[in-house]
């Protein structure tokens, strides 16, 4: 049972143009979201993350979006840069420590940028 | 600053073979640490955590196991391999373990089972 889906394996955008990465959850005690970006034989690296208390955290090109009530979270990269071509992980996990620090990945989103 | 390390980086051994692959942190203590396996169309699925040095919590039954003999070094073995413990491993690590804490991933080892 998939509690943190990425629904599209891959997505293609032209240099220039936004890329918006889509996220669903199902697991309502999820407060805290992140986003990693992974290289090919890389680790993947930490993006950007945002808490239930907010619904946008911007940093540079980079923007996230929450929408609690339809559990779904969006990135969105703009201006898209050929660097920015990786695979991106969405995670959840619930605030405070406990079990609460698990980390739920998606299966993550392939982004080329295009030149 | 910190800086983790994983070895080898990509590994090929027959089923039934013993594994151990080895993660270490640099530039922090007592770091919460972290074993992941990304399987083909899969996302990442955590394997084991530790808290400490000989604390170890397993989060999905398997033929695998891990240990933690020293504060920054965190240890994944298996006696005998199977096909399906093929995968991309990523060891991770994290200052707190609270659900905000960013955790922080090493290179990974992309292990193939023939």
């Known amino acids: 049972d998939q509690q943190v889906k990425q629904n599209s394996p891959s997505l293609s955008v032209q240099e220039g143009r936004i890329s918006i990465l889509n996220c669903d959850y199902t697991n309502s005690m999820f407060d805290y979201f992140l986003w990693y970006k992974k290289y090919p034989a890389e680790g993947p690296t930490f993006l950007i993350s945002i808490s239930s208390i907010k619904d946008k955290n911007e940093d540079g090109r980079f923007t996230v979006f929450l929408n609690k009530s339809a559990k779904h979270l969006s990135l969105h990269i703009v201006p898209s840069q050929p660097g920015d071509s990786a695979v991106y992980f969405c995670?959840?996990?619930?605030?405070?420590?406990?079990?609460?620090?698990?980390?739920?990945f998606g299966k993550g989103t392939l982004l080329t940028v295009n030149p | 600053s910190q800086t983790i390390h994983q070895w080898p980086a990509t590994l090929v051994q027959p089923v039934g073979s013993p594994l151990s692959l080895e993660c270490t942190v640099e530039g922090t203590s007592n770091p919460n640490l972290y074993w992941y396996r990304q399987a083909a169309g899969r996302g990442l699925q955590l394997l084991f955590y530790s808290v400490g040095i000989g604390q170890i919590s397993s989060e999905v039954p398997q033929n695998l196991s891990a240990s933690r003999p020293q504060d920054r070094q965190f240890i994944l073995s298996s006696k005998k391999l199977l096909l399906s413990d093929s995968g991309f491993y990523l060891c991770?690590?994290?200052?707190?373990?609270?659900?905000?804490?960013?955790?922080?991933f090493g290179p990974g080892t992309r292990l193939t089972v023939l």
């Open positions: 995670a959840a996990s619930g605030m405070g420590g406990g079990s609460n620090y698990k980390l739920t």
């Open positions: 991770a690590w994290s200052e707190g373990l609270a659900g905000e804490d960013t955790q922080y």
